[in-house]
C-alpha cells in the first residue's frame, strides 16, 4: 500500500473514530441523564418509604388504641352484666318475700 493511499486510510478511519467518539459522547450524556433520573426516583421512592413507614406506625398505634378500646369495652359490658344480674336477684327476691308477706297475711286472716 502507497504511502498517500496509507495516509486516506488513516485520515478517514481517524474521522470514522472521531464520528464513533461523537456517538459514544452523546450516548453517555443520554445514560447520564437517565442516571439522574433514576436518582431522582430513588430520592421520590425513599420518601414514599418514609411517609409508609409513618403509615404503619400511626395504623400500628390506632390498632393498640382499638385493641384498648375493646377490652375496656369487654370489661364494662362485663361489669353492667354483673349489675343487672344483682338488680334481677334483688327483684326475685322481692318477688319472693311479697309472696311470703302476701301468703302470711292470707294466714292470719284466715
Known amino acids: 500500500m502507497p504511502g498517500s493511499e496509507y495516509q486516506q486510510l488513516i485520515a478517514f478511519l481517524g474521522e470514522r473514530f472521531e464520528t464513533i ?3 459514544f459522547d452523546a450516548v453517555d450524556q443520554r445514560f447520564e441523564a437517565i442516571d439522574r433520573r433514576f436518582d431522582a426516583i430513588d430520592h421520590r421512592v425513599a420518601l414514599m418509604d418514609r411517609r409508609f413507614d409513618t403509615m404503619d406506625r400511626r395504623f400500628d398505634a390506632n390498632d393498640r388504641r382499638f385493641e384498648t378500646i375493646d ?29 311470703i308477706e302476701d301468703i302470711e297475711r292470707r294466714l292470719r286472716s284466715s
Open 71 to 99: 377490652q375496656r369495652f369487654d370489661e364494662l359490658r362485663g361489669e353492667i352484666l354483673g349489675h343487672f344480674d344483682e338488680v334481677y336477684r334483688r327483684l326475685e327476691r322481692l318477688e319472693l318475700d311479697a309472696r
Open 21 to 23: 467518539d461523537r456517538r
